[in-house]
């Protein structure tokens, strides 16, 4: 594939492989589902390889930044801490060894926010964030002794 006529992706995880070939003519829907494929393979990657196309290239480290982040704070804050963009940006970081901007934190965090991954408190200037799932855990287990309490 010459250099200027697309993008090239080799993905390995263990004994898997996956190459994915794109074209220049790429519409945003099929973007869409080669992101779908390649997002289980963005954690665990031991080796990628792309060529050209800075739309592509960008939008692939975005996703992939995105899916970091939101490990990261998996890995981090997994015990129902609230925590702020600061410190989300902090374990990023930590974690990968990268650099990420505090404004783009933020706007993912908005998003896991909108996705039901985090939710979000206001205390003054300062939002607080926190993974849902351990709320659900709260929940379901005051429930299971709530009904337990009444038999």
Request: glycine fraction near 6%; hydrophobic fraction near 35%.
């Amino acid at each position: 594939m010459p250099e200027d006529s697309g993008v090239k992706l080799r993905l390995r995880k263990g004994d898997l492989e996956l190459e994915v070939i794109v074209s220049r003519d790429v519409d945003e829907k099929q973007i869409k589902a080669i992101q779908k494929l390649i997002q289980p393979f963005a954690l665990g990657l031991v080796g990628l390889t792309e060529s050209t196309s800075n739309n592509s290239t960008n939008s692939s480290i975005e996703g992939s930044m995105y899916i970091r982040l939101k490990s990261a704070i998996k890995s981090v804050f997994k015990y129902g801490q609230w925590f702020t963009s600061n410190e989300a940006k902090e374990a990023f970081e930590d974690m990968y060894g990268l650099s990420i901007k505090l404004a783009t934190c933020s706007t993912y965090l908005r998003r896991m926010e909108e996705e039901g991954f985090l939710i979000a408190r206001k205390i003054g200037r300062i939002v607080e964030y926190k993974i849902a799932e351990e709320i659900s855990e709260e929940v379901a287990i005051s429930k299971v002794k709530s009904s337990s309490n009444s038999l």
